[in-house]
């Protein structure tokens, strides 16, 4: 009889330690989902952000015109970490970014070719009213890092507007 009760109390133990163990595994896929889901929205926000800060250049483009909009745009105060605008000009040179340096460069240049051989300067070239992305690697100003970029383009007379965001890779090794 008291092996019984011992044999009772012992599948009642385990029965236990099962539960425990569903509910931590449940709870450990929930919490993984919800990373993966606040990750994508992280995602979807920043490019929705990038969209918005180009079409709030369209804007002062449309109601400041071409020079105030060049003007703002070579500022400071236009930034925000890595967040900036950055404009193209007629002649395929960068007329406005968050880097200086960069003001003239023809984007079917050298500078704007991956390791990879990919040439997103004529990527960003092919921007249309309609806009689109291009992903590249490429100097995030805010960090001085090489980093993965994603930036929306769109063409209004003759300028490109784009602005992006980066993604930090992985370290290797």
Known sequence: MRILWFLSGFAAILSVIALVLSAVVLVTIASDEDEA???QSYIV??????VEMVLEALELYED???E?????????ESTNGEWY?????????IIAH???????????GDLFVGADGYRFGEAILEAT?????????????ATGNQE?????VVKRDGLIFGSGWYQVLPKSG
């Open 45 to 50: 926000d920043r490019g929705e952000f990038a």
């Open 85 to 93: 605008v950055f404009i193209i000009d007629e002649s395929d040179e």
């Open 129 to 141: 009213d309609r806009g689109h992305w291009v992903d590249y690697l490429f100097e995030n100003p």
């Open 148 to 152: 993965y970029k994603h930036s929306w």
């Open 64 to 66: 400041e015109g071409r």
């Open 37 to 39: 889901e606040e990750s």
């Open 98 to 108: 968050a880097t200086p340096d960069l003001l003239g460069e023809d984007l079917k």
């Open 68 to 76: 105030e909009t060049i003007r703002f745009y070579n500022t400071p």
